[in-house]
T-cell receptor, first 107, second 115 residues
Framework: RKEVEQDPGPFNVPEGATVAFNCTYS??????FFWYRQDCRKEPKLLMS???SGNEDGRFTAQLNRASQYISLLIRDSKLSDSATYLC????????FGAGTRLFVKA | ETGVTQSPTHLIKTRGQQVTLRCSSQ?????VSWYQQALGQGPQFIFQ???????GRGNFPPRFSGLQFPNYSSELNVNALELDDSALYLC??????????????FGPGTRLTVL
C-alpha cells in the first residue's frame, strides 16, 4: 500500500461544477498536510494547508480527518483556470506527495 | 515567482555518467529539499539540508548525494546514472529546518534525460 494515495484521475468537469478530491495516508504519526497545484511542466505551488478544523480560501475548502486518515479538497464553481494536477502532501519525518489527480475543466 | 532558481533547465546524459544539479534558495531561507518527479508521478523526497547538514533522507541509494553551502544554496549529485534517473528534479526552499509546518517554495526544476 502506498503511503499517500489519491483519487485516480482524470476528472473532467464543466465550468461551474463542484469537484472533490480525496487523499488517504497510512502513517498515523503524520503531522501536517497540504494541497499543492501543479500546472503542466511547471513546479508545484502551495494551494492551501489543511487543518483538522477545516479551512476555506475562496472557492476552495480543505478538510482533514485524522481518525480516518484522509484529507479532502473541494473546489466550487470550477473555472477553466482550475485545470491542473492537484497533489496532496503529508509531512512527518518525511515529506510524501501523492501521485496527483488531474482536473480538466471544460467550457 | 518564488525566488528559487535551478540550473541547468535541461540536461541530457548517458548511462554511467555523473551529474550535478544546482539550486539557489529564496532569500532568507536556510533549508533546501530535493525531489525527483518521474513522468505522471508525484515528487519523491530525496533529502533535505538544513544549515549545511543533511537532516532527512528518502529511499534513494547513496549514489544520490548533496551539499548545502554557507549561503544556503545547494547541489544534488547523482553518480553512475541509470535510465530510471530520467525525471524532473525539483528543489524547494523553506525557513524552518525540521519544522513540518513551514511552506516549501519550489524552483522550476531541472529536467534530466538519461540515454
Amino acid at each position: 500500500r502506498k503511503e499517500v494515495e489519491q483519487d485516480p484521475g482524470p476528472f473532467n468537469v464543466p465550468e461551474g461544477a463542484t469537484v472533490a478530491f480525496n487523499c488517504t495516508y497510512s502513517n498515523s504519526a503524520s503531522q501536517s498536510f497540504f494541497w499543492y497545484r501543479q500546472d503542466c511542466r511547471k513546479e508545484p505551488k502551495l494551494l492551501m494547508s489543511v487543518y483538522s478544523s477545516g479551512n476555506e480560501d475562496g472557492r476552495f475548502t480543505a478538510q482533514l480527518n485524522r481518525a480516518s486518515q484522509y484529507i479532502s479538497l473541494l473546489i466550487r464553481d470550477s473555472k477553466l483556470s482550475d485545470s491542473a494536477t492537484y497533489l496532496c502532501v503529508v509531512r512527518g519525518f518525511k515529506t510524501i506527495f501523492g501521485a496527483g489527480t488531474r482536473l480538466f475543466v471544460k467550457a | 515567482e518564488t525566488g528559487v532558481t535551478q540550473s541547468p533547465t535541461h540536461l541530457i546524459k548517458t548511462r554511467g555518467q555523473q551529474v550535478t544539479l544546482r539550486c539557489s534558495s529564496q532569500s532568507g531561507h536556510n533549508t533546501v529539499s530535493w525531489y525527483q518527479q518521474a513522468l505522471g508521478q508525484g515528487p519523491q523526497f530525496i533529502f533535505q539540508y538544513y544549515r549545511e547538514e543533511e537532516n532527512g533522507r528518502g529511499n534513494f541509494p547513496p549514489r544520490f548525494s548533496g551539499l548545502q553551502f554557507p549561503n544556503y544554496s545547494s547541489e544534488l549529485n547523482v553518480n553512475a546514472l541509470e535510465l530510471d534517473d530520467s525525471a524532473l528534479y525539483l528543489c524547494a526552499s523553506s525557513f524552518g529546518g525540521t519544522s513540518v509546518l513551514d511552506e516549501q517554495f519550489f524552483g522550476p526544476g531541472t529536467r534530466l534525460t538519461v540515454l
